[in-house]
């Protein structure tokens, strides 16, 4: 289970540091991803804190930023319908301890990388933040990436990150469904893989 681990290193090493350009159609979506980066930046750059601590604030952030249980629905799919609330509540917990400890260790990447939005627009109900991931004093790295976020009443969250057309929630899906389909459906080893993982 590596592609939402890849999510989160993504918000760790790429989303911190960050210079934004503000596009012209969604300010309020372009203005969230801007005070994301520089809350990280704060957190991640603090030398005064320990590393325990500064775990503690980022995951709080983090938190705070992505609706987490959309996003765990949407990736086990049909199979949550067919999970029983004991089997639900169980998985919830074990999916935000895996997405958290997927990025815990990660939190000292950096190399330079900064983020300029170029744009946004809607994609039915989320706003996609367009932005390009660039290395200060190189011309060579440039990656697009994509925010859908969802904003309900100003309440704006992250659901998924698209880097260079491919889906991160996307992905996860697919490997949390394959998982599935090779071991009977059965979401309760898809929990103990999960939390295995995890550890």
């Not at 249980?69 to 999970?83: D, E, Q, R, T, Y």
């Not at 933040?129 to 309900?152: A, F, M, P, Q």
């Amino acid at each position: 289970m590596i592609n939402f681990k890849l999510l989160n290193s993504i918000l760790v090493l790429f989303l911190t540091f960050a210079s934004f350009a503000y596009g012209n159609d969604y300010i309020q979506e372009e203005q969230f991803v801007n005070k994301f980066a520089d809350q990280a930046i704060e957190i991640l750059s603090n030398e005064d804190i320990a590393e325990n601590d500064k775990t503690s604030r980022f995951t709080e952030l983090v938190m705070n930023s992505i609706d987490l249980n959309l996003v765990s629905k949407f990736v086990l799919s049909k199979a949550w319908k067919n999970s029983t609330d004991d089997q639900k509540e169980r998985y919830l917990i074990a999916f935000k301890e895996y997405f958290i400890n997927s990025y815990a260790n990660k939190l000292d990447q950096y190399s330079g990388e900064k983020i300029q939005v170029v744009g946004s627009e809607a994609a039915g109900k989320y706003i996609i933040v367009d932005s390009n991931i660039v290395r200060e004093g190189t011309d060579t790295l440039k990656v697009n990436l994509k925010w859908r976020l969802i904003n309900r009443d100003a309440d704006i969250k992250i659901i998924d990150l698209n880097i260079e057309g491919i889906s991160l929630v996307i992905a996860q899906r697919e490997e949390f469904q394959s998982f599935l389909a090779n071991n009977d459906n059965d979401i309760e080893k898809l929990i103990d893989k999960i939390i295995t993982v995890s550890k």
